[in-house]
Structures are given as structure tokens and as C-alpha cells.
T-cell receptor, first 112, second 116 residues
């Protein structure tokens, strides 16, 4: 049972445009959400997070939006750069269990 | 910053030997550290959670006698793969979480283990 779902395994975007990566979750107990970026054979790099008390968090080119009623969050990268090409993982945790539950990732390719 | 290191970055060993992997939080104290395993083209699989000074909590299906975890200090956790076999070959990644209310885990660069 996949509690965190990233339904798009891959995404291709032109340099300078916006990249939108989506994530859906099923567990209403999740109250903290994170996005990580990962290159092959490396550990994930933390990008940005959001608490369930907010609906938006912004950090430079990265913005995460949370829609609790739809149990959906998205990561916006603008403008996209070739160096953003990587696999992006969405993760969530619940107040009563602080393990991270991971999505399967979306591979982003930003084309020059 | 929040830097986590792992050592070694890769290791090749013979079947039947034991391998120790170190995970260190370099610029913060980590009350909790996590050990993950990643198979090719799959997501991270949590193996165990370790809190400083107490026994690790293992996920279902992970053999605690096979994967020994020691979280001896607030900056160091070790994973020992005992009597390694070829099926233990994988990419092992640790993460560390600060104390207090922080939920964010910071990851090490990973260790590639190949058992011959």
C-alpha cells in the first residue's frame, strides 16, 4: 500500500520554464512533508519542507504547495536549470510516527 | 549547515566477512539516525531507526542479528553487515535528524557494498 504516490515517473522540461512535480498521499495523519533531490549513487539532498499548518513554503527557486483537502502537494521549480536534472522524492511523516514515508520518485530532465 | 558523512563510500568484500559502515553528523548533534537500503531503480527502504544510547528499532523483515546498529554518540552511528553474502550487495544510506522538533533528515552520500 503506497501511502505516498508520485504518479509521474519522469518529467521533461525546457530550461528556463517551470517544473511542477506532484505528490499525493493517503494517510490523513501525515503532518510534515519534504522534498529531496537525488543523483545516482548519492544520498538524497534535502530541498524544502512544509508543515500541514501551512499551504505554501518558498525557498529561492523552489516552492512547495500543500492542498490538505485534496491530500496533494507539489514542488515548483522556476526557472528550471539543467543542473536540476535528478530524481525528486516526496516524503511524509506523521506526528505519532516520525519515520519518513517515501514516494517512488520522479525523474526530472531539464533540457538546455 | 547539516552535513552527514559516511565511510567508506564503497567496499568490496568476500562472502562470509563482516563490513562496518560509519555514519557521522559533522556539524550537528543527531539524536536519531536512520539506515536505508536502496536497490536499483527503487525507492529508499528504511532498515532501522537508532536513537543515541538505546537499541535500534528494526523494520519488519530486517534481521537485527544480520545488520548490527550501534548509535554510540550523538554524532556517530555504525551499521555492521555480519557474514555478508552476495544478496547483501546494495547501496546503504544513513540519515540523521537533529533533536527537538525538527523533522528533516539529512542524508549521507551512501556506501556501495559489493559482496563477492
Amino acid at each position: 500500500d503506497q501511502q505516498v504516490k508520485q504518479n509521474s515517473p519522469s518529467l521533461s522540461v525546457q530550461e528556463g520554464r517551470i517544473s511542477i512535480l506532484n505528490c499525493d498521499y493517503t494517510n490523513s495523519m501525515f503532518d510534515y512533508f519534504l522534498w529531496y533531490k537525488k543523483y545516482p549513487a548519492e544520498g538524497p539532498t534535502f530541498l524544502i519542507s512544509i508543515s500541514s499548518i501551512k499551504d505554501k513554503n518558498e525557498d529561492g527557486r523552489f516552492t512547495v504547495f500543500l492542498n490538505k483537502s485534496a491530500k496533494h502537494l507539489s514542488l515548483h521549480i522556476v526557472p528550471s536549470q539543467p543542473g536540476d536534472s535528478a530524481v525528486y522524492f516526496c516524503a511524509a511523516s506523521a506526528r505519532d510516527n516520525r519515520k519518513l514515508i517515501w514516494g517512488l520518485g520522479t525523474s526530472l530532465a531539464v533540457n538546455p | 549547515g547539516a552535513v552527514v558523512s559516511q565511510h567508506p563510500s564503497w567496499v568490496i568484500c568476500k562472502s562470509g566477512t563482516s563490513v562496518k559502515i560509519e555514519c557521522r553528523s559533522l556539524d550537528f548533534q543527531a539524536t536519531t539516525m536512520f539506515w536505508y537500503r536502496q536497490f536499483p531503480k527503487q525507492s529508499l527502504m528504511l532498515m532501522a531507526t537508532s536513537n543515541e544510547g538505546s537499541k535500534a528499532t528494526y523494520e519488519q523483515g530486517v534481521e537485527k542479528d544480520k545488520f548490527l546498529i550501534n548509535h554510540a554518540s550523538l554524532t556517530l552511528s555504525t551499521l555492521t553487515v555480519t557474514s555478508a553474502h552476495p544478496e547483501d550487495s546494495s547501496f546503504y544510506i544513513c540519515s540523521a535528524r537533529r533533536g527537538g522538533q525538527s523533522e528533516t533528515q539529512y542524508f549521507g552520500p551512501g556506501t556501495r557494498l559489493l559482496v563477492l
